[in-house]
């Protein structure tokens, strides 16, 4: 079936360091693919997203770009601060469902 | 807008006991969903509705029942709680008239825990 791996958390680093989380994923079809932040506290929302091959989602110097040939969609930021620290799970969705198939989540710390 | 409304925010039952996870939301959102969250497994998908009066199941759904009878509300039952459904609950809608990879909306959650 479907599925999404994320690489291991958490993954801690200082302000203004770069990040890279990979996401790599397994679809029958041609999945949307998503990138979810989840604050302390608070539910899932949507960071970005991208619904086609070559695509690129960003938002809040997030981003991330829709790789078919290696199955990936790896999300990079420039420059963390320390209120990016949060758990990011990558997800995708096939078909007309509405379901959502998520990665595991990393847990991002920033230190100042 | 409240967007995805869960109550109770943190619950305690005891083996055997049942309860309702609340869940409602205003944007007229047809589809609707439950996830649960566990440590190292990310969200995996309990039952969803894409509509009042329709129902499904997901991945996980043994031990839960849901009903939609607006379009509102989509509780999520546990009939018998077990340990196992210690977790972290999250209720989740969708605008599918934007299209099934638009944004879902997800609630604060229910922190559940079995003893």
């Known amino acids: 079936g479907d599925s999404v791996t994320q690489m291991e958390g958490p993954v801690t680093l200082s302000e203004e360091a770069f990040l890279t989380i990979n996401c790599t994923y397994t679809?029958?079809?041609?999945?949307?693919l998503f990138w979810y932040v989840q604050y302390p506290g608070e539910g899932l929302q949507l960071l970005l997203k991208?619904?086609?091959?070559?695509d690129k989602g960003s938002n809040k110097g997030f981003e991330a770009t829709y790789r078919k040939e290696t199955t990936s969609f790896h999300l990079e930021k420039g420059s963390v601060q320390v209120s990016d620290s949060a758990v990011y799970f990558c997800?995708?969705?096939?078909?007309?469902?509405?379901?959502?198939?998520f990665g595991q989540g990393t847990t991002l710390q920033v230190k100042p | 807008n409240a967007g995805v409304t869960q109550t109770p925010k943190f619950q305690v039952l005891k083996t055997g006991q049942s309860m309702t996870l609340q869940c409602a939301q205003d944007?007229?959102?047809?589809?609707m969903s439950w996830y649960r969250q566990d440590p190292g497994m990310g969200l995996r998908l309990i039952h969803y509705?894409?509509?009042?009066?329709?129902?499904d199941q997901g991945e996980v759904p043994n031990g839960y029942n849901v009903s939609r009878s607006t379009t509102e509300d989509f509780p999520l039952r546990l009939l018998s709680a077990a340990p196992s459904q210690t977790s972290v609950y999250f209720c989740?809608?969708?605008?599918?008239?934007?299209?099934?990879?638009?944004?879902?909306?997800f609630g604060q959650g229910t922190r559940l825990t079995v003893v």
């Open positions: 509705s894409v509509g009042a009066g329709i129902t």
């Open positions: 944007m007229n959102h047809e589809y």
């Open positions: 997800a995708l969705t096939t078909g007309n469902t509405g379901k959502l198939i």
């Open positions: 679809a029958t079809g041609y999945p949307s």
């Open positions: 989740a809608s969708i605008d599918r008239d934007r299209g099934w990879d638009t944004e879902a909306f």
């Open positions: 991208a619904t086609k091959a070559d």
